[in-house]
């Protein structure tokens, strides 16, 4: 492993003796990445601490199997209380989250950066593109970040008296990747805004759709 990332494209940084060194591609990291490796350090001191784990632990609700089910079940809700804004709340949810998966899918595969956590434990740190496509590697951007944001900006536009526990529980899940060495600042940030962005799309896809079908209903 070590003999491959030195021989590939990409920034490694790693332990010699008591210093630190980039080696690789390039001469250095760069100006966010220097900040992102301080941040951590700083920041992961604790990250054993039980109320860091139990942050942790709530965080994982960003994952996209519980953010899947609790979009799901808000349309089901919706549905069984034939509440048509509580469905199409959960339908955008589902909409926003599948287009932050598919968008944060597409740039991890594109960009491998490890995760805090190897640089902790391993004292090294790498950014390849196209690089190995394993869980280790997946630190850009934050996919967690990137599913709660786009599915709280959904509920809050159908649902604007939800907008601040879903805003809150968005935040919460960002903020528990950094203490817990899952993410960097700067994986956090980027998931948050393809949060945005995703939902932004989702709303004009839908915008689109029914403008379209509102054609056809009346040509």
């Known amino acids: 492993m070590q003999g491959e990332a030195a021989s590939s494209p990409g920034r490694r940084r790693g332990r010699d003796g008591g210093g630190s060194k980039v080696v690789g591609g390039a001469a250095d990291a760069t100006a966010v990445e220097e900040a992102d490796i301080a941040l951590s350090a700083e920041i992961t001191a604790a990250r054993h601490h039980p109320a860091v784990r139990a942050l942790g632990t709530f965080g994982e609700l960003g994952d996209q199997p519980p953010l899947f089910g609790l979009c799901a079940g808000i349309v089901a809700a919706g549905a069984l209380r034939r509440d048509s804004r509580i469905a199409a709340a959960g339908a955008m949810m589902l909409l926003s989250f599948g287009a932050a998966t598919a968008i944060k899918a ?98 004009r896809g839908v915008r689109l759709a029914l403008a379209v079908a509102a054609r056809r209903a009346g040509g």
Do not use: M, N
């Open 106 to 203: 597409v740039l991890k595969r594109s960009v491998s950066r490890t995760r805090p956590h190897v640089l902790l434990d391993e004292g090294r740190y790498e950014v390849r593109p196209l690089g190995p496509d394993a869980g280790p590697w997946h630190s850009f951007p934050s996919g967690h970040t990137a599913g709660s944001v786009a599915a709280a900006r959904a509920l809050a536009r159908v649902v604007p008296e939800a907008a601040l526990p879903a805003y809150a529980a968005a935040a919460v899940v960002a903020a528990a990747q950094l203490p817990t060495a899952r993410h960097f600042a700067s994986d956090v940030v980027a998931g948050a805004a393809i949060g945005v962005a995703a939902e932004a799309l989702a709303r």
